[in-house]
């Protein structure tokens, strides 16, 4: 089963869309800054909010084949590229995505970055649920490419646990592309005659007017914390998903959807019902009926919040997401209890 | 000297125009939620920024003229729609402000009503800064003709001081219109089958994902006070904006822009220097430099922060918004003590 992934294109002509790049990129980049969070895999919710948003239209954001682990196939994208071009559209960014939301997967940014600068395309990467393993020396890899990308957004809120909302939004362009872009110059909030330096005054560049200073929280954590202290955090997340996985393969009642490379652990519960019935017709449809049943069943009960969804064919699995700092060995050994509890008579 | 208000409009064809309206009327309105919050007034700052973000372009913004004293004029939104729909361009939606940023203006809500109503335009009222005078028995007459509106924003986090941010958009339609434009259906994120109403989930109606849960704080602040102890803060904040303007009124070197309708009180300070020359050439051009000389001083002896802004043809002037329910008379006597030792030497 492939997923897909997004390539925005402009169907205008090429002096309409050039005129309109300048505007587009940073509205584009900022859509990332605003949205919050979402991951383009499957259903591009964001990007395709985005574009929506922007005026764009959902049509102008095309889908490239992902593989069976939910990375963007480098290959697909150069062909939607070309048919793209051969429409007479003019595609002008591609957002990959390091840290799906559902599997977690990570793009292969560099054969990306190859095809982007091939054709001199924006390179967005939504990392915002996995920029944070770049503070990991052992797991910092999973983003090798990362440094050649235009624009970054990565949510501190996530992996790193800031209080919501903490969002960032990297640019290499060093020319103040969003004030320029953004910038309305009303006078009557941004006075110009201050006695300190006005760049300072970044309101300009942003959708919002008032806001909270959510910078704030990350230079705190960080300052408390330090450079290792978040590493700790990132690699203990790995360590436990790890050790939730090797878990789940000693309790014959666990399906894994698949290996996680990231501290995304999406699995089945089994009831007893279901066990040893994998070859029967209706086997996928009733075990994507237990994951609601069980989530309800934590709810009333107060006892767990785990999410879960479909996602292609695959009918409702469970996603557990091991990052909370606090989580210990014991914690997953009771999470994996409760779903036998709760689920000991479906 | 006039002001100036947003009438947008779109310059395609009706066939087109009628396709983006549901879209577009969803936009803009939510627009109103993310900006947070100023007013339309002078330089139609939000306003003008949304209509850049959606795609729209700002010419699609048209500036209606408001009187001396910010007040939008309907005989000239009738008059712009006139011009518009000459110029073949499709007029859909007015702006109007209920507490303009600086001025504190109340638009004739009544009067611009029956223009859009004849036209059949949607009606906005952005009224983020002075919705809040709804809950004052004796000053909700300057919201009149409110009930009229297709959709009203208003901030709780102004004048009745809730944390920022807080900010709710009203609507007349009850079909669940920003579900129906702007719900994108992502079904990792809002599961279909839950136990519980998902019309509860109301995450996939908006432009962010992540976000905290901001009504809280309305709902919390509102069963601590109750009705009428909003309605006090309201009364109090007049109060003591009429008691602020009267000292003003007694005292040699306080200049006042306009009798306030609102808490907005803005007024230059006169340093000793300027006394007694109102009538000199150079007069308006020294009095603007003094407000960013006494901010200089207020902010580095740390004792008070007062915004001032230029105004159309008026040079910077102080903008003293009297909203902290905290505010006593002896605070207001500290300002105005404050400002005359501060600028003694000007």
């Not at 505007?23 to 909010?49: L, M, N, P, Q």
């Not at 393993?133 to 490419?145: I, M």
């Not at 914690?331 to 000991?344: C, K, P, S, T």
Request: proline fraction near 3%; include cysteine; glycine fraction near 8%.
């Amino acid at each position: 089963m492939a997923d897909s992934k997004p390539l925005l294109s402009l169907d205008w002509d090429p002096v309409a869309a050039e005129a309109l790049l300048r505007d587009v990129f940073g509205i584009v980049v900022d859509e990332v800054v605003w949205k919050g969070t979402r991951a383009t895999e499957k259903c591009h919710y964001s990007i395709k909010k985005g574009a929506a948003f922007l005026g764009l239209g959902t049509d102008s954001v095309r889908v490239v084949m992902a593989d069976e682990r939910g990375k963007m196939i480098p290959e697909d994208l150069e062909r939607q590229i070309s048919l793209a071009e051969a429409e007479g559209v003019v595609p002008f960014l591609v957002s990959a995505t390091s840290g799906t939301t559902v599997l977690g997967a990570f793009d292969p940014l560099e054969a990306i970055a190859d095809v982007c600068q091939h054709h001199g395309l924006w390179l967005h990467v939504d990392a915002a649920w996995g920029g944070s393993v770049l503070l990991s020396q052992t797991h910092r890899h999973l983003l090798d490419g990362i440094q050649r990308a235009d624009s970054v957004a990565w949510n501190p809120h996530k992996l790193l646990t800031a209080g919501l909302q903490c969002s960032a939004l990297l640019l290499r362009d060093t020319t103040n592309l969003l004030k320029r872009c953004h910038g309305s110059q009303a006078s009557y909030l941004f006075q110009q005659d201050k006695f300190y330096d006005v760049a300072l005054d970044t309101g300009d560049k942003v959708v919002q007017c008032g806001r909270r200073v959510d910078c704030l929280k990350l230079w705190l954590m960080w300052k408390a914390q330090g450079g290792q202290g978040l590493e700790r955090r990132v690699d203990q997340a790995f360590a436990l998903a790890g050790y939730l996985v090797e878990e789940m393969k000693k309790r014959e009642g666990f399906e894994l959807v698949m290996e996680p490379e990231f501290v995304n652990v999406c699995f089945w519960f089994v009831p007893p019902s279901l066990r040893g019935k994998q070859g029967s017709l209706d086997y996928s449809g009733r075990l994507a009926k237990v994951a609601p049943v069980l989530k309800e069943r934590m709810v009333k009960e107060g006892s767990m919040m785990i999410g879960y969804q479909p996602h292609g064919t695959r009918g409702n699995f469970f996603r557990m997401i091991v990052a909370n700092p606090a989580l210990t060995q014991a914690d997953l050994d009771f999470l994996l209890d409760e779903l036998e509890r709760l689920g000991q008579d479906l």
